[in-house]
T-cell receptor
């Protein structure tokens, strides 16, 4: 099956710092999605990407669909304490009706 | 709209007991999914449905059954619970492919403990 490698596994940063995380795959994906999960809740969609090279922003969040279609990146600028949570990438390959999820990046932000 | 709702929120079962988890969505979505989330494992797909009356196996289907009798509901059943099924279960729904859209929307989760 398809697999995603998400890195880093965890990050501990100071408030105000910028954050970068990424996902890579051995196979080509046609759709990349980024989710955030707060403790005790379900994942919430942050950004969806549909075209190779696409760069999309949502407030302080920016995500990119890699040119090779095998990777995606999420950047968070000027982090704040409420950014704490687990960030998941998810991808969909050609012909699939389901998503493959990465194992998540846990983000901790120190005030 | 309530979005995706899940019932119950918490449950404790003894080994061998059975139960059904209910997922409901009011967004008229065609596709629905059941995932389990375990520490360090991310989200793993159990079963999914691409329409009323249809179901398909995901990555980890063993020990679970599902039914989609109505478009808005997706049921996950455990016939004989095992401690290995202790997990947090999430339901999600999405539109079918339409202009490349495959965004899934998640419920709040059901925390299940099997002793």
């Amino acid at each position: 099956g398809q697999q995603l490698n998400q890195s880093p596994q965890s990050m501990f940063i100071q408030e105000g710092e910028d954050v970068s995380m990424n996902c890579t795959s051995s196979s080509i994906f046609n759709t990349w999605l980024w989710y955030k999960q707060d403790p005790g809740e379900g994942p919430v969609l942050l950004i969806a990407l549909y075209k190779a090279g696409e760069l999309t922003s949502n407030g302080r969040l920016t995500a990119q669909f890699g040119i090779t279609r095998k990777d995606s990146f999420l950047n968070i600028s000027a982090s704040i304490p409420s950014d704490v949570g687990i960030y998941f990438c998810a991808g969909r390959g050609s012909g699939y009706s389901t998503l493959t999820f990465g194992k998540g990046t846990m983000l901790l932000v120190s005030p | 709209n309530a979005g995706v709702t899940q019932t119950p929120k918490f449950r404790v079962l003894k080994t061998g007991q059975s139960m059904t988890l209910l997922c409901a969505q009011d967004m008229n979505h065609e596709y629905m999914y059941w995932y389990r989330q375990d520490p360090g494992m991310g989200l793993r797909l159990i079963h999914y449905s691409v329409g009323e009356g249809t179901t398909a196996k995901g990555e980890v289907p063993d020990g679970y059954n599902v039914s989609r009798l109505k478009k808005q509901n997706f049921l996950l059943g455990l016939e004989s619970a095992a401690p290995s099924q202790t997990s947090v279960y999430f339901c999600a729904s999405s539109y079918p492919e339409r202009g490349g859209l495959y965004e899934q929307y998640f419920g709040p989760g059901t925390r299940l403990t099997v002793t």
